[in-house]
């Protein structure tokens, strides 16, 4: 698949800004007064700079608001209601906070689970995509998970738990990078049954469909090269997990060891989101020729 900048930036930044929102809801963390108003206002920017972001994948980003009509067969639909349902409801923990008041823990938890909730949705927007096998597995969700626990847990400053989120990562990335690559032969999909002409025997191309590119081809094909792979497959596993653990470990915690753990964990991040659309396969390409 095409990894396009705004949906990369758009899973990313969302992840991370609703990880955030999570410890902050779930009452993990506690902020109050003007650090309440910098947290609670840093995980509100991340989480809407990185919805927006979505937009700017669409033909019509002015059409957006039509996502919200479809919640009942579409996960991107459930995404939308789910993200705007945590930023409401987190809006009254946030002025708690800031200006010292307090909410019962039923609503904290209902909150943090929506935070929960609009991350599933968002890998469910992926893992639904049977056409793509690499995606349609639990992997997925698993991924985009323990990817906003992780970033949330650094930037909240949770020393223990940002250490056992990072080898839990660490672990997640290269199980969903081994399985991932047996994904699309385990589907047994062929050119033949791209085409339905797999019943009259071994099917192969003839010629181009066509003279010219088009959508499928800009947009469901893309060929990244193994060596390439490997190396920000590495690159992904060492800066978004196995770095900032060593930060945790060998700094002490503060501003300084926080914001050099978050920057090497969203390099990392936005490796692992590149490869996650560069890597995925769709069964499209068997009718080009092109798997």
Same mark, same amino acid.
């Given at each position: ?63 957006? %608001? ?8 579409? %996960? ?197 989101? %590149? ?17």
């Amino acid at each position: 698949m095409h990894p396009a900048p705004s949906v990369i930036i758009f899973t990313v930044l969302s992840g991370l800004g609703f990880g955030l929102l999570f410890f902050l809801c779930a009452g993990v963390v506690r902020p109050f007064g003007l650090d309440a108003f910098l947290v609670w206002g840093f995980a509100y920017a991340l989480a809407i700079i990185g919805l927006a972001a979505s937009t700017f994948h669409l033909g019509q980003p002015m059409r957006a %608001w039509r996502a919200f009509t479809q919640w009942r067969t579409s %996960w991107l639909s459930r995404e939308a209601w789910a993200s705007v349902a945590s930023l409401l409801m987190s809006a009254p923990l946030a002025l708690a906070a800031i200006f010292g008041g307090a909410l019962p823990v039923f609503f904290e938890m209902v909150a943090a689970a929506m935070c929960l909730l609009t991350i599933f949705a968002t890998s469910m927007i992926y893992t639904q995509i049977a056409a793509v096998p690499r995606w349609n597995f639990w992997t997925t969700p698993a991924l985009f998970i323990v990817f906003a626990l992780t970033g949330g847990a650094i930037l909240s400053g949770l020393t223990f738990l940002s250490l056992i989120l990072c080898g839990t990562l660490a672990a997640v990335l290269w199980v969903s990078f081994k399985l991932g690559d047996g994904r699309f032969a385990a589907r047994g999909a062929t050119m033949g049954s791209a085409t339905g002409l797999g019943g009259l025997g071994a099917v192969r191309q003839f010629a181009p469909a066509h003279t010219g590119s088009n959508y499928l081809l800009r947009e469901m094909i893309h060929v990244v090269g193994r060596k390439h792979s490997q190396r920000l497959r590495v690159l992904s596993i060492l800066c978004a997990a196995v770095l900032p653990a060593l930060v945790f470990l060998v700094l002490p915690l503060g501003i300084g060891a926080i914001a050099i753990a978050l920057c090497l964990h969203v390099i990392g991040a936005f490796a692992a989101r %590149w490869l996650f659309f560069a890597e995925a396969e769709h069964v499209v390409g068997l009718y080009y020729g092109q798997r």
